[in-house]
């Protein structure tokens, strides 16, 4: 199964839309180490991971984003997808577990990923639409073994999300929603091969993309703030916003970057 899509690329399957959870509906769930359940969910599911799950996974384990995705992760090509999505891999034998959970839990916890954080929620965005701002809709997930769902306090989509961190997240990494569900893609265009190799290097890969950041011609090529390349060395996450932006350049053509003037002279020529 799936645990949901942070960033869905198709409309909410009929079973899901009867599962659809209203911004005032409430819900019960509760998950602690005495349910008979605990951890059960962590293992054949299908995990897909954001941007800032990859880096900040890879970081708590002291990894480059490069070496996190060679070992942690999958990324399945289907002719339904317009763009990469990367899932997390899980171990081999019964059960496919979570190679992060053990018998006392999650072991990447503050880290975990944005699904699991959702969980029991999850969430679809519909196909672009010109002049249409896709609306996240929020569903709960099916899982009969969890004891969990029939117990704890009261919650609403709002409250659950907030107790889990998940704005704050999906505030850091809001451009990547904007680039997978942007007008571009609307009447099913798609990305050629450079173009999809430029969004998963400038998405997931993220020490490949500071490399080419700073390690190419590209700070001679478009102009960034002091302040900014400043901000770019130091953080992360600084980058990752970047990147996010850079790639709308990149893919679409549009103006969120400056070219300098000699660039622009040397691609005319």
């Not at 054949?44 to 954001?50: K, M, P, Q, Y």
């Not at 704050?168 to 997978?180: D, K, L, P, T």
């Not at 992360?236 to 970047?242: K, N, P, Q, T, W």
Request: charged content about 30%; proline content about 7%.
């Amino acid at each position: 199964m799936t645990r949901s899509e942070p960033y869905g690329v198709s409309d909410l399957p009929e079973p899901v839309r009867d599962r659809r959870v209203g911004p005032g509906d409430e819900f019960c769930f509760a998950c602690h180490a005495g349910l008979e359940c605990f951890t059960r969910c962590c293992g054949d599911v299908n995990i897909l991971l954001t941007p800032l799950d990859v880096l900040r996974l890879a970081r708590r384990l002291g990894l480059e984003t490069g070496d996190f995705l060679a070992r942690h992760t999958l990324s399945p090509i289907t002719k339904e997808l317009h763009l990469p999505v990367v899932l997390l891999r899980m171990q081999e034998g019964p059960g496919k577990r979570c190679p992060f959970v053990g018998e006392t839990g999650c072991g990447v916890y503050e880290d975990r990923p944005w699904s699991c954080r959702m969980y029991p929620l999850g969430m679809g965005l519909p196909p672009a639409r010109a002049g249409v701002e896709p609306e996240p809709v929020f569903f709960k997930c099916h899982d009969d073994f969890c004891a969990g769902a029939a117990q704890g306090q009261k919650w609403t989509v709002e409250s659950w999300r907030a107790s889990q961190g998940v704005p704050e997240r999906e505030a850091a990494e809001s451009g990547f929603r904007e680039i997978v569900a942007h007008p571009w893609f609307i009447g099913g265009r798609q990305l050629d091969a450079k173009r999809i190799e430029l969004f998963h290097l400038a998405c997931y890969d993220l020490d490949r993309f500071r490399c080419f950041v700073f390690e190419s011609s590209f700070l001679e090529r478009f102009e960034l703030e002091p302040d900014l390349v400043a901000a770019l060395r130091a953080s992360d996450e600084e980058l990752l916003r970047f990147a996010f932006r850079w790639l709308r350049f990149a893919l679409f053509a549009e103006p969120t970057v400056s070219v300098r003037e000699a660039a622009k002279k040397g691609m005319e020529s």
